[in-house]
Structures are given as C-alpha cells and as structure tokens.
C-alpha cells in the first residue's frame, strides 16, 4: 500500500517506460513511411479509431472498477480480522479462567492465533501462475523500493515464538496451515470446556469467533486463489493493443489534411500526440493489472504484514505484556 499523496513522476515514468518506448515505436515507423515513402494508403479516418477507442475505454474502465473491488473487498476481509482478533483476544481473556495457570493459558491461546495470522499471510503471499509481480520486468524493478517480508523469512522461524515444538511440526507438515492452526484452536478449546476452565456458554460464544476467523480465511482464499477472469483480462488487452496500433494511422490520416496549408512538419505531430494518447490507455491496463490480486506481493497490495503486526500488538498489551514488538513503518512510502 502507497502511503504518500500520491506516486511519484521518477517513480511513475520508469514503471511505465516500456509503454512509451512501445507508442514511440508504433508511431514513428509509419510516420516515417508515410513521409519518405509516400505510402498515402497507410492514412486512415479518424472515425474508426474513435469507435474502437469508445469501445476500449468503456472495457476498461470495466475491468478497473472490478480489480478495484477485489482491492477492496480483501481490505474488508482484514478489516473483519481485526475486529475478530480483537474480540478472540478480550473473550480469551475473559472467559478462560482458573487457579494459578489461567495466565499461561492466556497466552498459550492468543499466541496460536499470532501463529495463524502468520501462516495466513505466509499462504496469501505465495504466488501463483497469473500473478505478475515477479514476471513483468517494471514491477521486478519496482521491488527495489521495499520488500515483502513473507518472502525474505521463513514461515518456520516465524512460527518459533507462538507455537511449541511438536504443534510446530504437525503445522508444517499440512498443506493448509492457517487452517489447521485453527482446528487446533478449537481442539485446545474444547479440551478446556471438557475441563471447566470454559463454560458451556462462553465456549460457544468463543468458538463462534473461531468460525468467523474460518469464514474471513475462506474469503481471502477466494480473491488468492481465484484471478479476475482471463476471458475480460485478455479482450481488454487486445482491444488497447489494436488501438494503440490504429491510432498513429488515425493521427497521420487527420495531420496529413494539413501538410498543404501549414507544412509537411506538420505530419511529425503524429508521434507525441500518439504517444501520449496511447500511454493513457496503456498505463490504465497497467494501473488494472497491478490492482486484480491484492495479496501478491505488490506495492499497491493490502498491508497484511502491517496488520497482523498491528493485531499482534493490540493482543499482547490485553495479556499485560510490555516488551512489544514495533509497528511495521512504510519503506520509501510502501507499506507491507
């Protein structure tokens, strides 16, 4: 996630070069023909262009208002966590109480759950076969910015502090870890209910936030686990890549009507006004690419590792706890 005003030109423009090296390419080669070679036939009206650009205007705001939602909805999934995590820290608390050890047991509980904060985002941060962030060379370039901390630790370690040695390793020796973790939760609960230490009441009020948890987990797989579909991502790409070819010829059909009156100058126009034109529809592809999976590791992701941190320490200060770790701060205005 950015945290400043907005990005940067030196940041910006790099992350988009590409796109201009491309419309520089498209536009001076049939302005060069047109203008040394005399190919009249390589001018064309500008109402196609116009009609093809509608139409690839309208799919693409299609396709950005709905990675957007997929943006969003994944911030509401988080936003749910905390308030779950929240309310699982202050019900464990509460309701979990016996002579001498209610304290340690305290804690034993709200640390399983810091261990499936961790294997959720661990899981989240795995990449998949559409994701982009590690194959298109300007976000790989991108990623000298900041870091993404899933992919510079091992989920191992990570999981040291929270879980024992035996519950650590049947962890990672499961597929699914976050979930399991849970399934451990309320294996831990019920054993606790069997025992006294929970009520009947509290235990079901108690595990009804471990089933929220669940349904919050199921949700962030959902948007991980499913891209936005190939069929709009593909037909949107294709229609900016015909207009992007058509437009120097539509610039070069309307400027050469003019070579007669102001000059054959007049002709080499074509070339910035069809960079320009198309370097707006490129870059909202591009801005719609780096927005549809908002877990892959990218600087326009959700914070997750920010969030669990910032859970982490909301749970540590309600078990007394005064040795806190930090707060994860931005990197160059980045924040994971």
């Given amino acids: 996630m950015n945290t400043s005003s907005h990005y940067k030109l030196h940041h910006f423009i790099p992350w988009t070069r590409s796109k201009i090296f491309k419309m520089l390419l498209l536009s001076i080669i049939p302005c060069a023909l047109f203008y040394f070679l005399d190919w009249k036939w390589l001018a064309i009206p500008w109402v196609p262009v116009a009609l093809i650009g509608t139409a690839t205007a309208f799919i693409s705001g299609f396709k950005n208002t709905q990675t957007y939602n997929r943006t969003w909805e994944a911030r509401t999934i988080y936003g749910a966590i905390i308030n779950s995590s929240r309310a699982f820290g202050m019900m464990t608390k509460d309701f979990i109480s016996c002579e001498g050890d209610e304290k340690q047991l305290h804690k034993e509980v709200i640390y399983r759950h810091f261990a499936w904060l961790t294997a959720l985002r661990f899981q989240l941060r795995e990449t998949k ?87 919050q987990q199921g949700k962030a797989e959902r948007i991980k686990n499913f891209p936005y579909p190939r069929q709009f ?104």
Avoid: H
């Fill in 129 to 215: 076969s559409w994701e982009n962030i590690k194959t298109k060379n300007y976000n790989k370039e991108y990623l000298k910015y900041y870091k993404v901390p899933e992919w510079e630790n091992k989920l191992e370690e990570e999981l040291i502090p929270f879980l024992s040695e035996k519950e650590r390793n049947y962890i990672l020796s499961t597929k699914n870890r976050a979930t399991q973790i849970l399934a451990q939760q309320s294996e831990c609960l019920k054993r606790l209910n069997q025992q006294g230490i929970i009520t009947d009441y509290n235990y079901v009020l108690i595990e009804s936030q471990l089933k929220d948890l669940y349904d």
């Fill in 233 to 336: 991502s593909s037909i949107n790409l294709y229609f900016i890549n015909l207009l992007c070819f058509l437009i120097p010829l539509g610039f070069i059909g309307e400027l050469s009507k003019l070579m007669l009156n102001i000059g054959d100058w007049v002709l080499w126009l074509s070339v910035p006004l069809s960079v320009l034109v198309g370097w707006v529809f490129l870059v909202l592809e591009q801005i719609g690419e780096s927005t549809e999976n908002p877990f892959e590791g990218g600087a326009n992701d959700i914070p997750i590792t920010q969030i669990s941190r910032a859970i982490e320490i909301d749970l540590r200060e309600m078990l007394g706890e005064k040795d806190l770790p930090p707060a994860i701060q931005p990197e160059n205005n980045i924040l994971m």
